[in-house]
């Protein structure tokens, strides 16, 4: 099954005349740039890995009717409840949709996978950017491809690693005979706070775990979020 519980939408109306050639040069010029956003994910023997493309083309949806306001909710929700082929597919979709003359609706889909909210917020800025610089046979053509996140995330690995028995030993003399206190006073108390730490094995069983990963899917939420809100009710 496909989840979408991870999919990242959002929409923008644009007023004015709208050019969807621009639009697909600006998208590309930003999937060539960053290359997080050609990266699929794959599991080879069971272990996942990374493949990065030389994307060319992504899905971008233009749609010639006008559509209402209730027609558009509805289109946007079928939109983004469609799952991507996180092997195959680039994590990118668009919707470019008519509301009125001169009025528009421009609908991102993407991934958590290459995106966050902080990073969403940036690609439309950088779309917005090379859409406005001018029409396509005088776009820029994106030349920042020698740093990637990539070269950034090995690049704080290693400066974390490097600087790991400084860290600790300042956390464990800062923290030193600190107490937790709860910032609202529970209305009561499960175990003692003096009580020594326990753990508790279990068994769930494959049957368990599969109706545990059907829940989760149908209310779009990970295995992660069932099984911790499972704990916080005890």
């Known amino acids: 099954q496909l989840a979408t519980a991870y999919h990242m939408p959002a929409a923008y109306q644009l007023e004015g005349a709208i050019d969807p050639l621009r639009i697909r040069q600006a998208i590309l010029l930003l999937v060539d740039k960053y290359e997080a956003l050609r990266t699929n994910f794959m599991e080879i023997n ?9 994307a060319h083309t992504f899905e971008f949806v233009i749609k010639q009717k006008q559509y209402s306001s209730g027609e558009a909710d509805k289109f946007i929700q079928q939109f983004i409840q469609k799952p991507f082929n996180l092997a195959k597919d680039i994590l990118l979709r668009i919707a470019l949709l ?11 889909c993407t991934h958590h996978l290459i995106m966050d909210g902080w990073s969403l917020e940036r690609f439309v800025q950088e779309f917005a950017r090379y ?15 020698n740093l990637q996140f990539k070269d950034y995330s090995e690049w704080l690995l290693g400066e ?4 790991a028995p400084t860290n600790e030993a300042f ?17 009561y108390l499960t175990i003692s706070p003096s009580a020594p730490e326990r753990s508790y094995a279990f068994y769930l069983g494959s049957e368990n775990i599969t109706k545990l990963r059907d829940f989760a899917f149908a209310e779009k939420v990970t295995l992660n979020t069932v099984l911790t809100a499972a704990v916080n009710l005890l």
């Open 98 to 108: 008519p509301l009125a003359e001169n009025q528009h609706l421009l609908v991102f």
């Open 160 to 163: 974390l690693e490097q600087k």
């Open 171 to 187: 956390w464990k003399n800062y923290l030193e005979g600190y107490q937790y206190q709860t910032s609202i006073a529970p209305d």
């Open 46 to 54: 069971g272990a996942p890995h990374q493949r990065i493309t030389e």
């Open 131 to 145: 859409y406005h610089q001018g029409k396509p046979a005088v776009l820029p053509t994106a030349t920042s491809r």
